[in-house]
């Protein structure tokens, strides 16, 4: 397993680049850079979620989308319990732990990754395989005063290249984050997951539509519109009080 992280209304875009135009910059093949490793360089070096994120100090991109898609919905709230599944290199985590307030001692932000990362104020970090049979309980103990309120997953499995066994990948990674998220969710909680376009499939969706009272797919603007990148958002979770 591996994680990958890469919320604001529709003038995201716009608002991030402060209304200035972005000089396209272009990238050559050089030495042992290949053709995808340029085009993937040049997407980094002109993308303005990439600009923004170093100037404000965020670990990745992907803290965007979790603003975004929170800015919309509004799930992470003030004194909440919230772990991060897969968290390296720490957007979702930072982001998370500003929004329940962690750093203020009100919320709380467990994050788990088997990749170092550097800390963040107010997350506290497990370095381990989220798919460690150990894990769950690891997570269990360190939470203060209940039961999560949040579960976030942006993990990713590795690729081979092969559609469908890497769609198969990161749906076996949702289905094991979902599974956790209903044994560990306090009722009224949230699940926010990565899944793949093409929709949840049907295994999961009914799963999550029979533990939450609304299931969404969201794909937030930071996402990158060729990007086969989607979430489902699952929020109300009913507990015991399933129907």
């Not at 100090?57 to 909440?80: C, H, M, P, T, V």
């Amino acid at each position: 397993m591996t994680s990958s992280k890469s919320g604001g209304g529709k003038g995201s875009r716009q608002s991030l680049s402060g209304g200035q135009r972005l000089l396209h910059k272009k990238v050559k093949t050089a030495g042992k850079r290949s053709v995808s490793s340029a085009r993937w360089l040049e997407r980094q070096l002109n993308d303005p979620y990439v600009a923004a994120s170093k100037r404000e100090g965020l670990r990745s991109r992907a803290a965007y989308k979790l603003r975004e898609i929170d800015a919309r919905y509004n799930f992470l709230k003030a004194g909440q319990r919230v772990i991060d599944l897969g968290a390296a290199p720490g957007g979702w985590s930072q982001v998370a732990a500003e929004r329940v307030k962690a750093s203020d001692g009100k919320g709380q932000v467990v994050a788990i990754d088997y990749l170092n990362f550097e800390p963040l104020p107010g997350v506290e970090i497990i370095e381990m395989d989220f798919t460690d049979p150990a894990a769950e309980d690891m997570l269990k103990s360190r939470l203060r005063g209940g039961r999560a309120d949040v579960v976030l997953s942006d993990m990713a499995a590795p690729t081979v290249g092969h559609a469908k066994t890497d769609h198969m990948r990161i749906m076996g990674l949702a289905e094991t984050a979902a599974a956790f998220a209903a044994d560990v969710l306090e009722p009224g909680g949230s699940f926010l997951c990565k899944v793949f376009q093409g929709g949840t499939e049907r295994d999961l969706l009914d799963a999550l539509k029979r533990d939450f009272r609304i299931v969404r797919h969201v794909k937030p603007p930071a996402s990158r519109a060729e990007s086969s990148e989607l979430y489902v958002l699952a929020t109300g979770f009913r507990g015991g009080q399933r129907d």
